[in-house]
């Protein structure tokens, strides 16, 4: 299991940015995909997750309406657009996977078994 995040980078307060997790060495369409972040001297706090079918998608509090997750299955590939950043929204992104059932808490690590690397995006004037 591979899972390749990328679209990190600079951009000003109230500007936006698209993440994309590129998947590989497991069949996607049957993973609950999930992007987290962790900031400077924090833990790794939950953003957003997407099912493996059907569904809303779930966002942690500090994004929802400003974050959207969206996954093309087709490409192996989860995304997650960023507008309105805001400083706080600083910090390395993960994506994750999880290839078992729905059941558990999914704002929690140990809910995925599967990380990236994380890509980082700083949010500066």
């Known amino acids: 299991v591979q899972l390749q995040a990328s679209g990190g980078g600079l951009v000003q307060p109230g500007g936006s940015l698209r993440l994309s997790c590129a998947a590989s060495?497991?069949?996607?369409?049957?993973?609950?995909m999930a992007w987290f972040r962790r900031a400077p001297g924090k833990d790794r706090e939950f953003v957003a997750v997407?099912?493996?079918?059907?569904?809303?998608?779930y966002y942690g509090n500090s994004v929802k309406g400003r974050f959207t997750i969206a996954r093309d299955n087709a490409k192996n590939m989860v995304y997650l657009q960023m507008n309105n950043l805001k400083a706080e929204d600083t910090a390395v992104y993960y994506c994750?996977?999880?290839?078992?059932?729905?059941?558990?808490?999914?704002?929690?690590?140990?809910?995925?078994?599967?990380w990236g690397q994380g890509t980082l995006v700083t949010v500066s004037s």
């Open positions: 997407i099912k493996r079918v059907g569904g809303p998608p």
């Open positions: 060495g497991f069949t996607f369409s049957s993973a609950a």
């Open positions: 994750a996977a999880r290839l078992r059932s729905w059941s558990g808490d999914y704002w929690l690590e140990p809910f995925y078994y599967n």
